[in-house]
């Protein structure tokens, strides 16, 4: 671990004053992944200004949404009544993250910023454009079954690996983002950049800006939905492919769905495209089949991912075909 | 009356819980790393990041001028050591080949190798310094890729390894080629074992403290005895100087029976920078420090009668190994043994490779080849549409074929028709890929398992206190089996004494010797050897009682007395009868110590020793995305007799776990362009978490052999984790009609 100052700041105005004073500063909060790339010497920041102290841990009711502090752990968010009952998709994918000791530790704000698990990544021996511009991508050649297949560039096919994420991307979260001079709403569509040429920048959060908290739209449609997962190991598994899906079903066809997915992309990866093919159609398997190929349709496989194109497609019938039951689950039970 | 010739057991058999069992939770246990010397200093490693290749030059400058730091060690200003060559190898060494003392010379042979070691203040000063040391390289391309060399093993007879030709011990009996074409029924197929990692939850660790010419290591391992004489070997010191302690481990299944290079580079960093020194492998540095359990391809060929009796079976086997030691494994072993079968060849070949030298983990050679082996069998039994255990009955085995010898015991068709029983293997579609229970589809497999009986000599010192408690010494280990608490039970049940009375001293070279803790031995070996000294203890007692005419016991003979509650009393009549500590005190004596020494006799040349069991298991997998799912086994053994159902029961479960991962989970993944390890940590290394352990069913059949041992133990360690991957290789086969034939059996190798 390379050697660094540790301070704390006592509220937001203080945490972005600190940070502008030192331009390889770092903001801490759970530390779930940072501290873990900083033994590794992926991330070697001078200063780490831990900002736990800050008041962002509150989940508050908007007049037409919700409002999640930025410093809310992932358990209280994924155990909270309100995330439980209108956003299960997030629920369900929080508790399918890491273990429940990372997830008392692990905040919203820092999944926003986790950062990938691509072993030529997180070892400074081989070459990687993340971590190193213009040094080439070691994982195009090596061992790549678990890198993305969708957005990925010739520098970078690493995989971006939270769970959170995919749910908020399916949700329409809106990242809140302060600075020293201004405060900025950025849609979680826009948050992430494609890797393109410079996979080392990966958010559009700049040094110095801080993000205070994740605002949810209120609909209707996120009451109907729910988040898979699919990996090798039972629990405390990164995802190969992982499914954020919502849908309404109205008069028997679908009225209103959303589909993002994990485990297979740079970033996480919402289909406007995907969504609007299943509007109008009705709730069958071949439905979400044709659906799932548009998401698919542009996917690169690497020499041992393959699999994943056909995983992923499989794993989006699923998850539609789980709400489709539990939509006819809830019509039956009103109808008695 | 009835006359009784043997003590009756009353501790011996009970599940009785673990005697360090509040020491380990309550973190009372001292592992190697947690002793505390004054004045400590600590080691952190630096590893190669190249796969082959030479050292051109090391910068140090900047490390050393770290804070804290006090010395970077590396070839260029070590230490000379000796080879490790000693006058007799130990077992756990491999048979050919030299370990290489570490930091001696500027070649690098695998990616990961020792090169330099900082000495600093503190960990992380040590940690960030290491980071700090820059080397140079000479790169020379590295042996990587397996198949290619597997190929080259088993064309090439005489592949060499830089210490010598590769041993290719060949096995035939009767006529494998002409048993395959008289055969109705032929199968042949390929079988790959991949590399995998012991990863104990305690990392590797020694702390080393010179005091003048004397050593103290406290050191994890399996065999302090071992590394004592290793280490003395290298630094060309008496055996008598070296002091190695490891009174507690946090798990090994192997990885602590050799004196890996870190164990002497702790001594040597303590002996340049004359202070205690601490050196704890790191998690990554877990995958290249101990060595893992081999890759190994395998090919099996077998031929049956249309009723299903074996013509033939041939057995090939290729393992990794480095390009330093000729690492090999009892792979094809139990091939020779395990079915009646008049014609049975084998062979093993190794593949050298730029990588650190495998080692034995948790039943070496035979998970590797009872899996293949086990895999082949169900093949066999789907092409001739018979059932898998009615075929394994009809080739059982009801003397040794290979040795010709009867057994000592056999439980095995006992564990398949009681396994079956208790699993409802009668339920059982004969049919792959046939059963569902809604989105799943449902598999039954089973496999047999089965385990060498070995001993070997061992040493055992008991000595009673004037209160009449004894405390047991013998420099064994217990690596988690419960070896503290079922070596006590011996003690105590021979006795007569309350488990409290009695205090069992392992891990400490200054005690009498014991072998190797490994390949199940160590109740045959050391309770043996515990059983014989505490005989010799009550019949010394017994001497002084019964010539003292003040006793009640004068004149008692050995065969007319027992013990119980901390007396020794007539057989007859309870009544009469002293307490040791009376025994003691009448003859003025704080304490009475034996020593004995128990080997193996000729019991091997009459009998042929094995414990056998049998595994069944069911699986789910996802239909549509494939995810396989162990949802419940039921594992059943012959392993003699069970000297504690409790801690028995943990061994077997654990075993059982630790098969779950190497059919499902578990591979260590080298880069093919230069040797690297690119899992080296828990989150990609991936084992089985609770989630992924189903309900868990465990028997053991009673049985008594009095030929193994004293004791009439098997050991049943290693036996657990044998057979168990191809019991669940061959569920996921019958629940989806596909055989995978690469271990692990991930959804990759499923979905279709």
């Known amino acids: 671990m390379k050697l660094f100052q540790f301070v704390s700041a006592s509220d937001t105005p203080d945490a972005i004053k600190q940070i502008g004073a030192d331009k390889h500063g770092r903001f801490v909060a759970g530390g779930t992944t940072l501290i873990d790339l900083m033994k590794l010497h992926v991330e070697t920041p001078s200063t780490l200004i831990d900002i736990n102290g800050l008041r962002l841990t509150a989940i508050e009711e908007l007049k037409d949404g919700l409002r999640i502090g930025a410093n809310v752990r992932n358990s209280d968010l994924a155990w909270n009544d309100l995330i439980v009952g209108r956003y299960p998709v997030l629920s369900e994918a929080l508790l399918s993250g890491a273990t429940p000791q990372l997830r008392n530790m692990a905040t919203v704000g820092g999944n926003l910023m986790q950062r990938t698990r691509c072993p030529y990544f997180r070892d400074t021996v081989w070459a990687c454009n993340k971590r190193d511009p213009g040094a080439g991508c070691s994982a195009l050649d090596g061992f790549n079954r678990s890198h993305a297949i969708l957005g990925t560039s010739d520098k970078c096919i690493a995989t971006h690996p939270s769970d959170m994420c995919v749910a908020l991307a399916a949700l329409e979260a809106v990242v809140k983002i302060q600075g020293a001079n201004r405060e900025r709403s950025v849609p979680i569509s826009e948050f992430y950049i494609p890797y393109g040429d410079d996979p080392a920048r990966e958010t559009v959060l700049e040094h110095g800006e801080l993000i205070t908290a994740v605002e949810l739209p209120t609909a209707d449609l996120f009451k109907h939905s729910h988040y898979l997962k699919v990996r090798d190991r039972a629990s405390f598994e990164f995802a190969l492919v992982s499914v954020a899906a919502a849908m309404q079903i109205e008069n028997g066809a679908i009225h209103g769905a959303r589909l993002a997915l994990g485990g297979v992309a740079t970033k996480p990866w919402r289909s406007l495209e995907a969504e609007k093919t299943l509007v109008g159609e009705k709730p069958t398997e071949s439905a979400f089949r044709a659906a799932a190929k548009v998401v698919l349709k542009d996917a690169i496989p690497q020499k041992h991912n393959a699999f994943k194109i056909e995983l992923a497609e499989r794993a989006i019938v699923r998850a539609f075909s789980t709400l489709t039951q539990a939509h006819h689950a809830v019509k039956k039970s009103t109808n008695i | ?752």
């Open chain 2, 1 to 752: 009356m009835s006359i009784e010739t043997k003590i009756p057991s009353k501790i011996i058999g009970q599940p009785i819980n673990r005697v360090d069992g509040r020491a380990k939770v309550t973190g009372a246990a001292q592992y190697a790393i947690e002793h505390k010397l004054d004045n400590v200093a600590h080691a952190m490693l630096v590893l190669s990041d190249i796969g082959r290749g030479k050292i051109q030059e090391i910068d140090s400058k900047t490390a050393e001028r770290s804070p804290g730091v006090l010395a970077v060690i590396s070839y260029r200003n070590a230490t000379k050591l000796r080879s490790q060559e000693p006058k007799e190898r130990p077992i756990v060494d491999p048979i050919e080949g030299d370990p290489l003392p570490p930091l001696q010379d500027d070649k690098v042979r695998f990616n990961g190798q020792p090169v330099a070691v900082v000495v600093a203040e503190t960990l992380e000063q040590a940690a960030h310094a290491a980071s700090l040391v820059r080397i140079k390289y000479d790169e020379e391309k590295p042996i990587t890729d397996f198949s290619a060399a597997a190929d080259e093993a088993r064309h090439a007879p005489q592949a060499k390894t830089d210490q010598g030709k590769a041993k290719r011990p060949e096995y035939e009996r009767g006529d494998v080629k002409k048993g395959l074409t008289d055969a109705d029924t032929r199968i042949e197929h390929e079988y790959i074992q991949p590399t995998e990692h012991h990863n104990p939850i305690e990392t590797h660790a020694t702390l080393a403290h010179w005091e003048g010419k004397k050593l103290t290591l406290y050191d994890k391992s399996q065999w302090v005895m071992n590394v004592r004489d290793q280490v003395a070997q290298a630094f060309a010191i008496e055996t008598d100087d070296v002091r190695v302690i490891s009174l507690f481990v946090g798990g090994a299944f192997g990885s602590a029976l050799r004196t890996w290079s870190h164990v002497l580079i702790a001594a040597l960093a303590a002996k340049h920078v004359q202070r205690p020194v601490k050196l704890m492998l790191t998690r990554a540095q877990m995958f290249t420090g101990p060595g893992g359990r081999p890759r190994t391809w395998q090919k099996v060929s077998l031929g049956a009668t249309r009723d299903g009796r074996l013509t033939a079976i041939e057995h090939q086997a290729v393992g990794e190994t480095s390009t330093y030691e000729s690492y090999s494994e009892s792979t094809v072993n139990s091939s020779r043994m395990l079915y009646s079968c008049p014609n049975v060849a084998t062979h093993y070949y190794l593949a050298p490779m730029n990588i650190n030298t495998p080692t034995a983990m948790r039943a070496p050679g035979e998970v590797t080849g009872v899996y293949a082996l086990e895999v082949a069998m169900d093949e066999l039994a789907a092409a001739l549409e018979m059932d898998p255990v009615e075929l394994r009955l009809r080739n059982h085995a009801d003397r040794d074929p290979s040795k010709d010898l009867p057994w000592s015991s056999k439980s095995l068709k006992e564990c398949y028709l009681e396994g079956a029983e208790r699993f409802g293997w009668s339920k059982r579609n004969p049919k792959a890929g046939a059963t569902r229970e809604g989105r799943n589809l449902v598999g039954y497999g089973m496999a047999s398992a089965v385990y060498p009986t070995n001993r070997m000599p061992a040493t055992v010192r008991i000595r009673m206190s004037a209160d009449g408690s004894a405390e047991i010494r013998s420099s064994s280990s217990d690596m988690g089996p419960g070896t503290y608490t079922s070596i006590s039970q011996v003690a105590a049940d021979t006795l007569g004494l309350a488990m409290d009375q009695v205090n069992f001293r392992l891990g400490d070279t200054t005690l009498p010797t014991a072998p190797v803790h490994g390949g199940s031995m160590t109740m045959a070996s050391v309770g043996s050897a515990t059983q014989a000294a505490a005989e010799a203890l009550r019949g010394k007692l017994l001497e002084l009682a019964s010539g003292d005419e003040r006793s009640p016991l004068h004149r008692a003979k050995a065969d007319g007395i027992t013990t119980a509650n901390g007396r020794m009393f007539l057989r007859d009549d309870s009544r009469k009868g002293e307490s040791y500590a009376d025994i003691l005190k009448r003859h003025n004596r704080d304490s009475i110590e034996v020593t004995e020494k128990s080997e193996p006799g000729e019991e091997k040349k009459k009998f042929s020793m094995y414990a056998f069991g049998a595994h069944f298991v069911e699986v789910h997998v996802d239909a549509d995305l494939c995810v396989p799912r162990v949802t419940r086994v039921v594992s059943g053994f012959g392993g003699g007799k069970i000297v504690n159902p409790k801690t028995a029961r943990s061994q077997a479960i654990g075993g059982i776990v630790g098969g779950i991962g190497m059919a499902c989970l578990e591979e260590t993944h080298r880069d093919l362009r230069n040797g690297r390890v690119i899992n080296a940590n828990l989150a990609d290394y991936i084992l089985p978490v609770n989630a992924d352990v189903p309900n868990l069913e465990v028997f053991f059949i009673d049985e008594r052999d009095p030929h193994v041992n004293p004791l009439g133990v098997k050991g049943i360690a290693e036996i657990a984790l044998v057979g168990i991957g191809a019991a669940i290789a061959n569920a996921v086969y019958h629940a989806t009609g596909i055989r995978v034939r690469d271990l692990p059996i991930r959804l990759d190798k499923l979905i279709k």
